[in-house]
T-cell receptor, first 116, second 112 residues
Framework: GAGVSQTPSNKVTEKGKYVELRCDPISGHTALYWYRQSLGQGPEFLIYFQGTGAADDSGLPNDRFFAVRPEGSVSTLKIQRTERGDSAVYLC??????????????FGEGSRLTVL | DQQVKQNSPSLSVQEGRISILNCDYTNSMFDYFLWYKKYPAEGPTFLISISSIKDKNEDGRFTVFLNKSAKHLSLHIVPSQPGDSAVYFCAASDNAGNMLTFGGGTRLMVKP
């Protein structure tokens, strides 16, 4: 499809396990974002990539969270030693950044992570 | 500390009437504001935006109003339709970075 694709759509894991969430952005979009949405709340910024580099990772909650985008397209969000509080929907978004930031992001459907 | 707040978690409106969704912010550095709409099991989709140099932006049935002195913005939907039933998120950016700060959302229900 032409939209942002995220896999898996659902992931159930046990406390302490390692998890990877994948995002395939819209072709040609240079900017890629990860957000986290907890139940009843709005999306919360985690990290932003411009090309291959993480331009802003100020939203990552701690060093258990890490994200990569090695070839400037697909990105993987990695969570080590998962905790129950990590349970949320992880949203990926991309945008074609030309000039000034407009805030118009294209979101995927999200990966729902449940940590038991 | 929430920088963007949507104080009404839900709103119910009759079809054909006006829906007014409100949003308040605290960060005076915000200079660009957006509304996103989210259906269940889907990602948020961009709806409408407004720059801080304007006080109104209109797109069809959707109008966003910005009151900078009050740090308040609102989204008006006229006339409301059942297909507008969704969760609406207000978001803001300060253009110093490339991130959006979202409010907690308002669930709109438009009754036929």
């Amino acid at each position: 499809g032409a939209g942002v694709s995220q896999t898996p759509s659902n992931k159930v894991t046990e406390k302490g396990k390692y998890v990877e969430l994948r995002c395939d952005p819209i072709s040609g979009h240079t900017a890629l974002y990860w957000y986290r949405q907890s139940l009843g709340q709005g999306p919360e910024f985690l990290i932003y990539f411009q090309g291959t580099g993480a331009a802003d990772d100020s939203g990552l909650p701690n060093d258990r969270f890490f994200a990569v985008r090695p070839e400037g397209s697909v990105s993987t969000l990695k969570i080590q030693r998962t905790e129950r509080g990590d349970s949320a929907v992880y949203l990926c978004a991309s945008s074609l950044t030309l000039g000034e930031f407009t805030g118009e992001l294209f979101f995927g459907e999200g990966s729902r992570l449940t940590v038991l | 500390d929430q920088q963007v707040k949507q104080n009404s978690p839900s709103l119910s409106v009759q079809e054909g009437r006006i829906s007014i969704l409100n949003c308040d912010y605290t960060n005076s550095m915000f200079d660009y504001f957006l509304w996103y709409k989210k259906y269940p099991a889907e990602g948020p989709t961009f709806l409408i935006s407004i720059s801080s140099i304007k006080d109104k932006n209109e797109d069809g049935r959707f109008t966003v109003f910005l009151n900078k002195s009050a740090k308040h913005l609102s989204l008006h939907i006229v006339p409301s339709q059942p297909g507008d039933s969704a969760v609406y998120f207000c978001a803001a950016s300060d253009n110093a970075g490339n991130m959006l700060t979202f409010g907690g959302g308002t669930r709109l229900m438009v009754k036929p």
